[in-house]
Every structure is written in structure tokens, then in C-alpha cells.
């Protein structure tokens, strides 16, 4: 059983342009979470999807930022606009069921804008 | 509100010592505790995790933690580290009847021959 896959695992960007990461959550897992990571800092919640909803996005910045998991295919991180202050590591995490319990997260995608 | 306290920004140890990373919460009730490695360039692993029951709990990798409610603490430890324990260590907090997870910033292992 593959684990969680996040593409690409490197992504560098101009300011201005859009960032879109994918995460493939592992086989029968239909909770995905996304986190991110500053330099020098811990992860930090942003949002939790299931299939087609998003059930809390309280972490999410209020604009440039929106996550989709849609019926078929991965989970999109979508950053427009990127800035300098984007640059981070992003994780995504899936589940089998809700709770904090039972999350497998993936190798993460190194967002860098120039 | 929650929080985790990792405070040791960076350790190192000889190979063959013993070895203890911090972790201390702040949480309103009795919370869901983790321990997670990440080694370089790859995604977090998790190592153990407490619920409830016995305080001591055994990972992988020949870790295990300590739950100590009246300290907020939630230590992790292994009696004889091996080179290939050297990645970074995150403590988190599960938030019950929510989704999240809260991370501390993290301590850097280093070990040396």
C-alpha cells in the first residue's frame, strides 16, 4: 500500500505566479489534512477536507489561498499570487476516518518563491 | 488555547548515550500526544502516540515517552541512541473531537560517532 503522495516535491516560483500542490492520499483514505511548515518553525494546521468538502479551514489564510479534493483525483493546495512569505514546506496528511489519531502524512512539497 | 514547547532547539549526542527530548502542552483537558521524526528531505513518521492508560508508552525504533500530567509533560527517551537516530523530532498535540494537530517547532538530533 503506497503511502501519501505529494507532487512535486520541489516547486519554485516568481512572485506573482500561482502554486499548486497535489497530495495523493493513501489507498482508502478519504480524510486529507494540509499543513505547513515556516523555517525554523512546527508544522501548523491550515485545512481538513474530505471528498468534495471542506470541513475546516480555519488555518487557511483568508486570501491567495484554497484547497479542493474533488470526488476523483488528489487534493490541490492552490496559492495565487505567490510571495516571498510563501516560501515554506507543505505537508499533506490523509486518514482513514476523522480525528487527530490515525494521520500519515506525506514527504511534503518545498514551495521557494523568488 | 493549545500549544506545545519543544525547548530545545538542538541536541547532540555520541552514538551509544542515552538520550531525552523535551516536550511540555498547555491543554485543558487530558490531550492526544504524538511523537513524529522527520528525517531529511522526507515526511514526518510517527514514533508513539499517547490516548490514555499506562503513562508510559513504547514506540518504534526503541523509543518511548512518558505522560505526565503534572508536569504538562510528555518526554521522549531511548537508552542508547544509533547514528541513524539523527533527523528532527516533533512533539504534537491532538486537539479531541477535532481534526487538528499542534506542533511544537522542534528539536534537531545530531549524533556522533
Known amino acids: 500500500n503506497a503511502g501519501v503522495m505529494q507532487n512535486p516535491r520541489h516547486l519554485v516560483r516568481r512572485r506573482g505566479q500561482e502554486a499548486r500542490l497535489r497530495c495523493s492520499p493513501m489507498k482508502g483514505h478519504s480524510h486529507v489534512y494540509w499543513y505547513r511548515q515556516l523555517p525554523e518553525e512546527g508544522l501548523k494546521f491550515m485545512v481538513y477536507l474530505q471528498k468534495e468538502n471542506i470541513i475546516d479551514e480555519s488555518g487557511m489564510p483568508k486570501e491567495r489561498f484554497s484547497a479542493e479534493f474533488p470526488k476523483e483525483g488528489p487534493s490541490i493546495l492552490r496559492i495565487q499570487q505567490v510571495v516571498r512569505g510563501d516560501s515554506a514546506a507543505y505537508f499533506c496528511a490523509s486518514s482513514p476516518s476523522p480525528g487527530a489519531d490515525t494521520q500519515y502524512f506525506g514527504p511534503g512539497t518545498r514551495l521557494t518563491v523568488l | 488555547a493549545q500549544s506545545v514547547t519543544q525547548p530545545d532547539i538542538h541536541i547532540t549526542v555520541s552514538e551509544g548515550a542515552s538520550l531525552e527530548l523535551r516536550c511540555n502542552y498547555s491543554y485543558g483537558a487530558t490531550p492526544y500526544l504524538f511523537w513524529y521524526v522527520q528525517s531529511p528531505g522526507q515526511g514526518l513518521q510517527l514514533l508513539l502516540k499517547?490516548?490514555?492508560?499506562?503513562?508510559l508508552v513504547q514506540g518504534i525504533k526503541g523509543f518511548e515517552a512518558e505522560f505526565k500530567r503534572s508536569q504538562s509533560s510528555f518526554n521522549l527517551r531511548k537508552p542508547s541512541v544509533h547514528w541513524s537516530d539523527a533527523a528532527e523530532y516533533f512533539c504534537?498535540?491532538?486537539?479531541?473531537?477535532?481534526?487538528?494537530?499542534?506542533f511544537g517547532t522542534g528539536t534537531r538530533l545530531q549524533v556522533f560517532p
Open positions: 504534537a498535540v491532538g486537539v479531541y473531537n477535532t481534526d487538528k494537530l499542534i
Open positions: 499517547y490516548f490514555s492508560g499506562d503513562t
